[in-house]
């Protein structure tokens, strides 16, 4: 299974703490820790990091970098090999699109792999139980439905 992180959208409906330049995904609002970093620890819990791609644009860059590598669990050279940054922002269908074909031409994806969608931007509880569906969910998916 590969996993999708989208984290190009600007975020500003909580504004003044999210604004153009810094959106909701790099707050800290729920501990000490990135929403964005705290989806990436989901899905470390259930896929390597050499199976999660994060889609970004060029302004959000050095957000994802310096987020995903002050993580413990992520190898620094791996989190920089997946970092696509979206040539123009056109919305989320654009960008999984972007995303499963980079997952298809870069990674070697067949048509049946197992491809999980991910918002950056989103707090969920508790994490073991998003695993376990997570890991449902695969299963599920790999039956054919």
């Not at 929403?35 to 994802?64: C, G, M, P």
Request: glycine share 4%; with cysteine.
């Amino acid at each position: 299974m590969k996993a999708i992180i989208l984290a190009g959208g600007s975020g500003e409906r909580l504004w003044p703490l999210s604004r153009k330049n810094y959106p909701k995904q790099f707050l800290k609002l729920n501990g000490d820790k990135s929403l964005l970093q705290q989806t990436a620890e989901r899905l470390l819990s259930v896929v390597s990091i050499e199976d999660i791609v994060v889609l970004t644009n060029n302004a959000y860059k050095f957000h994802v970098l310096s987020d995903l590598n002050s993580l413990p669990l992520v190898n620094q050279q791996a989190a920089n090999t997946h970092i696509i940054l979206e040539p123009a922002c056109r919305n989320t269908g654009p960008a999984i699109a972007l995303g499963v074909k980079y997952c298809m031409e870069k990674l070697d994806c067949k048509k049946d792999e197992v491809i999980f969608l991910s918002p950056s931007d989103h707090i969920i509880r508790p994490a073991d139980r998003f695993a376990e569906y997570m890991r449902l969910a695969d299963e599920i998916a790999r039956k054919g439905y």
